[in-house]
């Protein structure tokens, strides 16, 4: 068993429904599927075309997409989709043949983006490249990262973040940025156009700060944790990850109203993030959440 899980996204087209897995399946390729005919060389879209409703099949990363026909209402059918589908991942089936021919591919880019902290660079990838948040701080936790394994390698990196569409490196002193930003932007390039594998399948599963195993704590929480959670997720992580970071939640203690946060990426090491996001949180946190909470506890991943 793979442990794929497969959850759904609607899209601005309500005859369209998106299937997205929580590993890749395909090696950065898309491919389109207008009929069973042409699905000879997946699988798996053979198997959802003999759905009476199925008109089109888009897999492409992490997802499949379908298109219905107007005969039934995708409320009715797509959470039995995606339990087909994730059966299906789990019991081995291929997607893709090796013989398929992908649809015609835009070119990878990566472009290089200087964050609020000096130390860390951000490196955005025109492409998807992970389905959840790491953070690798030494080469031995990098073992689920091909990635980040080989970039450990070069003297100069002290950790990686590898969010949906970007890495953030973090370097050493020894070297300045006007050195080594080319040879990192084409390294980084190189290995997602190869097709390598960015995270190995499975590494959020294994990880006790990956974005499904904070799902799952999330809902032993109490109220007052949940309601930091969700104010955090909405208010503050989108603004630190255009920085090329992240924040989490550790805990939340009741007796002295205090709250614990990881900052990860750009936003780890770097005092002026570190005191900006502190004061900044706990402003929000304390108007936000009135008599409960007093302090944020701002850690460095």
């Known amino acids: 068993m ?11 087209n309500d005859t369209i429904v998106k299937f ?35 008109k089109k099949v888009y897999i492409s990363g992490n997802f499949i997409a379908i298109e219905r026909y107007n005969i ?10 995606a339990q087909q589908i994730e059966a299906y991942l789990n019991e081995g089936g291929v997607v893709i043949t090796e013989d398929a021919t992908p649809k015609k591919q835009t070119p990878v880019t990566v472009y290089a983006e200087a964050t609020p902290n000096p130390a860390v660079m951000k490196f955005v990838a025109n492409k998807k490249i992970a389905t959840a ?3 690798f701080t030494s080469i031995d936790e990098a073992k689920l990262s091909p990635l980040a394994s080989e970039l450990f390698h070069l003297p100069f990196i002290k950790s990686v973040f590898i969010e ?15 050195d080594i930003t080319v040879e990192l932007r084409e390294f980084i390039r190189n290995f997602i156009a190869d097709g390598k594998e960015v995270v190995l399948p499975g ?33 503050v992580k989108p603004a630190v990850a255009s920085d090329g970071g992240n924040i989490q939640f550790i ?29 900044g949180i706990e402003n929000m946190l304390k108007q936000m959440l009135p008599g409960k909470v007093e302090t944020v506890e701002a850690i460095n991943g």
């Open 133 to 135: 948040v790491f953070e």
């Open 251 to 279: 805990e939340y203690n009741a007796d002295v109203k205090n709250v614990s946060v990881l900052l990860q990426g750009a936003c780890s090491g770097c005092p002026s993030s570190t005191f900006t996001l502190k004061n």
């Open 203 to 235: 590494a959020a599963e294994k990880m006790e700060t990956s974005a499904p195993q904070l799902d799952r704590k999330f809902e032993g929480l109490d109220d007052t944790s949940k309601e930091i959670v969700n104010i955090l997720e909405e208010y």
């Open 2 to 12: 793979k442990d794929f899980k497969v959850s759904v996204k609607e899209t601005t």
């Open 20 to 54: 997205e897995v929580n590993q890749f399946i395909t090696k950065h390729l898309s491919f389109e599927f207008n009929n069973i005919d042409e699905a000879k060389l997946s699988p798996l879209a053979q198997q959802l075309f003999h759905l009476p409703f199925v």
């Open 72 to 81: 039934v209402a995708w409320a009715d059918v797509q959470d039995e989709v």
């Open 164 to 178: 949906e569409n970007y890495v953030s490196v973090t370097k050493y002193d020894m070297a300045e940025w006007q």
